[in-house]
């Protein structure tokens, strides 16, 4: 199972990493506007918000919709042969694609911590750091249509439909039905938690979108800037190797100290922007930020809900989607109108997630008391 499961994380990064780097320069080359590549790559994460709410009015979350999400995945990936040259079946065949990636990661997130366990999952994780660094740099070399990007999409795509179903079929996940239909998530009563979570990923809508042009803007080389991500990540691949130590402690304090440290990292990109040490040193950072936090939190929610598969939907598109959705158009706005203090804003967006997070700590902490 542990070899299914890199596998799988490896293959569907591999898939991010087509679609996230390479799609909006092959949909450039097709002829398509900077709007209208926005409003296709806005489809994804907004689709990723919406889908848990179908979760909760009474659309079931086991292994035959599953299965339908892993089929409409793999029809998703071959349709973008047929779909680039008209915008609409462009944008149909992203919402497909986003529609069963949305279903496919959150429910193997769910496998993966109950087979596994919390102390090994960054192990298994990691291979999709790897997948999507790996399909980067070959892609990068042979990119010189869109039919190469599109062959690389659906390959990585039919391993990904391949292991997540084999995973599924092995892992006896039918038999939880009676845990997965219970569904004790209340957001509103863990307000604090969420939007902790939520602002977390906004303040990295500066960085994903952005971080390239804003160095480059001072004077920082491509290839830097280049290396300084390919360090991040590399920070990231050890951290998923060897957080299993961190995450035997608690996890809600784990979260507080990750976004705090978040916090921290957008500041020091602010006041250095033009040193490299400083830089590098704010990149390696990367494996607390987002490494780290992100396991802290899956496993916190796989821990604390017994509705464990849509615990993982709602991070997946609360977090995900609606952060990533409002991080992006919020740092597209600043950079614009303030672009000299794009980071100050990520920064003071980390701190209000640490706050929120806080919060949610002590109102645990009461009740526990109480």
């Given at each position: 199972?542990?070899?299914?499961?890199?596998?799988?994380?490896?293959?569907?990064?591999?898939?991010?990493?087509?679609?996230?780097?390479?799609?909006?320069?092959?949909?450039?080359?097709?002829?398509?506007?900077?709007?209208?590549?926005?409003?296709?790559?806005?489809?994804?994460?907004?689709?990723?918000?919406?889908?848990?709410?179908?979760?909760?009015?009474?659309?079931?979350?086991?292994?035959?919709m599953f299965n339908t999400a892993l089929f409409i995945t793999l029809l998703?990936?071959?349709?973008?042969?047929?779909?680039?040259?008209?915008?609409?079946?462009?944008?149909?065949?992203?919402?497909?694609?986003?529609?069963?990636?949305?279903?496919?990661?959150?429910?193997?997130?769910?496998?993966?911590?109950?087979?596994?366990?919390?102390?090994?999952?960054?192990?298994?994780?990691?291979?999709?750091?790897?997948?999507?660094?790996?399909?980067?740099?070959?892609?990068?070399?042979?990119?010189?249509?869109?039919?190469?990007?599109?062959?690389?999409?659906?390959?990585?795509?039919?391993?990904?439909?391949?292991?997540?179903?084999?995973?599924?079929?092995?892992?006896?996940?039918?038999?939880?039905?009676?845990?997965?239909?219970?569904?004790?998530?209340?957001?509103?009563?863990?307000?604090?938690?969420?939007?902790?979570?939520?602002?977390?990923?906004?303040?990295?809508?500066?960085?994903?979108?952005?971080?390239?042009?804003?160095?480059?803007?001072?004077?920082?080389?491509?290839?830097?800037?280049?290396?300084?991500?390919?360090?991040?990540?590399?920070?990231?691949?050890?951290?998923?190797?060897?957080?299993?130590?961190?995450?035997?402690?608690?996890?809600?304090?784990?979260?507080?100290?990750?976004?705090?440290?978040?916090?921290?990292?957008?500041?020091?990109?602010?006041?250095?922007?033009?040193?490299?040490?400083?830089?590098?040193?704010?990149?390696?950072?990367h494996a607390l930020s987002f490494a780290l936090f992100h396991s802290a939190?899956?496993?916190?929610?796989?821990?604390?809900?017994?509705?464990?598969?849509?615990?993982?939907?709602?991070?997946?598109?609360?977090?995900?989607?609606?952060?990533?959705?409002?991080?992006?158009?919020?740092?597209?706005?600043?950079?614009e109108w303030f672009p000299r203090e794009l980071f100050l804003s990520a920064?003071?967006?980390?701190?209000?997630?640490?706050?929120?997070?806080?919060?949610?700590?002590?109102?645990?902490?009461?009740?526990?008391?109480?």
């Amino acid at each position: 199972m542990p070899i299914l499961l890199s596998t799988f994380y490896f293959f569907y990064f591999a898939i991010v990493g087509v679609y996230i780097i390479f799609m909006p320069k092959v949909l450039a080359m097709s002829g398509y506007s900077a709007s209208e590549i926005g409003i296709i790559f806005a489809a994804g994460p907004l689709v990723r918000f919406i889908l848990p709410f179908a979760f909760v009015k009474g659309l079931k979350i086991d292994v035959k919709m599953f299965n339908t999400a892993l089929f409409i995945t793999l029809l998703s990936a071959s349709s973008f042969y047929f779909s680039l040259p008209n915008f609409y079946a462009l944008l149909f065949s992203s919402i497909g694609l986003g529609i069963g990636m949305s279903v496919i990661l959150p429910y193997i997130e769910v496998i993966s911590l109950s087979l596994i366990g919390k102390e090994r999952y960054g192990k298994i994780r990691l291979f999709g750091s790897v997948g999507f660094v790996l399909v980067a740099l070959v892609l990068v070399k042979f990119l010189s249509s869109a039919d190469i990007a599109i062959n690389y999409l659906f390959v990585a795509t039919l391993f990904t439909v391949i292991t997540a179903f084999s995973i599924v079929m092995s892992s006896h996940v039918k038999n939880q039905k009676k845990e997965e239909v219970v569904n004790d998530i209340n957001l509103l009563s863990d307000w604090k938690l969420w939007l902790g979570l939520t602002l977390m990923q906004v303040s990295f809508g500066s960085f994903y979108n952005f971080f390239t042009i804003y160095e480059t803007d001072f004077g920082i080389s491509l290839d830097m800037t280049i290396y300084l991500w390919s360090f991040g990540v590399l920070a990231e691949i050890v951290m998923l190797f060897s957080q299993g130590r961190f995450l035997r402690n608690n996890l809600l304090s784990i979260l507080q100290i990750t976004t705090f440290i978040t916090a921290l990292r957008w500041l020091l990109i602010y006041l250095f922007p033009q040193n490299i040490a400083v830089l590098f040193f704010a990149q390696s950072l990367h494996a607390l930020s987002f490494a780290l936090f992100h396991s802290a939190a899956i496993s916190y929610l796989f821990h604390t809900y017994k509705h464990k598969a849509l615990a993982q939907q709602f991070f997946s598109g609360i977090t995900y989607g609606l952060g990533g959705f409002g991080g992006a158009l919020l740092a597209g706005y600043i950079y614009e109108w303030f672009p000299r203090e794009l980071f100050l804003s990520a920064a003071l967006l980390a701190l209000l997630a640490f706050v929120f997070l806080r919060l949610h700590a002590l109102n645990i902490k009461n009740q526990q008391l109480s």
